[in-house]
């Protein structure tokens, strides 16, 4: 069965549900097949359609209608002009064309099958225990698989989606999160930061209300961990495996009595993880891309998808992850993972947001730099910045550098842009 088979199938069962909501609009099951039916009328099956992505019942509509009609959903950021697409040769059975955000290279097309996508569902429903009377709060880009991803488990149990223009109104955010009896939602790290620092006992309000927070697309600081532990006590907090290329891998509720920093759980039922003899992590499963929209047929359908995330199975066979070879700065012979620098910064009362990046040295080829942006009314403290971090890190691991900003530069979905800071 495809998403739509069971949007159909609510439709028959419980048309007058509630099927999503967003801004002044509400629509049922029934009307949104109604209306999904009629829109897919000005699609042909096979052809890839490119769409500006919008934050409202529309973008569902458009989105599952071109679905139902056998074409290929490719849903765009506001910037790129839909025109610019092009995907001459494609493989059958594809449901849609999602492009990566770029941060380690160049922007992709990754090819999702319908198979894929409900791969995905069905670990999120088993993983993350989802359930038919739950509301799932988007706030995200629902062109990225962080929030798209949150639609197909919904749908296929017949859930509620209540979908928000951004986190830009926390009023709006955190009204829709006690609107209903059980409500979920997904945040980046540097969301979950901004909730932490700017109105923790709202959260804590709210708490009744809230079944599960996944995060996701980034790895989440461990005093950001803590904190929602001790704010939300009795809900479950996961930290997520996924990207646009593998699907939904694995996800672990750190809200278990440990905590576990990096931990990143168990794979899922469709998903196998391996580590490869160079501490890469390898995936496996039925949640894998079809392929790339520039890549030749004979590379269609990977059988194993080897990622630039270095990490571990741990002896509960949970991933923990130590960074990304990308990523990793050399200094004076020492190998340096950033996001171990930037855990131990943001644990500190007087880092509000931070990136750890490269800077040229004379003796050691390159040192540590750390850009900090502080607390509204604070300076950065240089010396006293560098002596807290060298009782949490290593001696090679403590930058060299500090540097008070306004603001650390972030793609549209919460990832540290660390293109944006390369000399």
Known sequence: MHLEDYLQRHAQQQPDKIAAVSANQTISYGQLWQQVQQESRRYTPGVPVPFTTTQDINFLITYMAIHHAGAIAIPLPSMVPTGSICCDSL???????????????????VMISHKALMADAENLIEGQLFCNDLTFVISGPLNHIGSLSKIWPVI????TLHILEGMKDLNAFFTALCSYPKTATFLVPANTRMILQLCPQRLAEVAPHIDFIESGAAPLPHSDMQELCRLLPHARLYNTYASTETGIISTYNFNDGRCIPGCLG???????????????VACTGDTLMSGYTDTPATDWHPHIITTSDLGHLDDEGMLRLTGRESDVINVGGFKVAPAEVEE???SLPTVKDCICIATPHPITGQALKLLVVTPQGCSLDKRQTARQLSQLLEPHKVP???EQVDHICRTYNGKLDRKAYQQ
Request: glycine share 14%; no cysteine; net charge neutral.
């Open 91 to 109: 493989p059958p059975g594809l449901a849609d064309i999602l492009f990566t955000t770029g941060t380690t290279g160049t922007s992709k097309g």
């Open 400 to 402: 060299m550098l500090y």
């Open 156 to 159: 296929t149990l017949g859930a």
């Open 266 to 280: 168990r794979p899922m039922s469709h998903s196998h993880i391996s580590i490869t003899s160079e501490g890469h």
């Open 344 to 346: 131990a910064a943001m």
